[in-house]
């Protein structure tokens, strides 16, 4: 999806918790651009969600390894 567009996740977590999320599309890596074996992907910024869903991907957060995508800086 675009930048800005409005988007609605289903996440199902590791221990088969699913949680429904909305969010806005923040940055997206087209699969054209992909490099350095980075996947295409997008970021969605989720706003006001419910704090139990919060806090189970707040522990799904703290039990994976981190990954992390810098954009490059025109």
Sequence with gaps: ???GERV?????????????????????????????GLPAGCGVECK?????VLRALEAFAAEREPTLWLAEVA
């Design 1 to 3: 999806p675009p930048v």
């Design 8 to 36: 609605y996740l289903l996440l199902t977590l590791p221990d088969g918790t699913e949680v429904e999320v909305a969010g806005v599309v923040r940055w997206v890596r087209d699969a054209s651009l992909v490099g350095d």
């Design 48 to 52: 006001g969600m419910p704090v139990e």
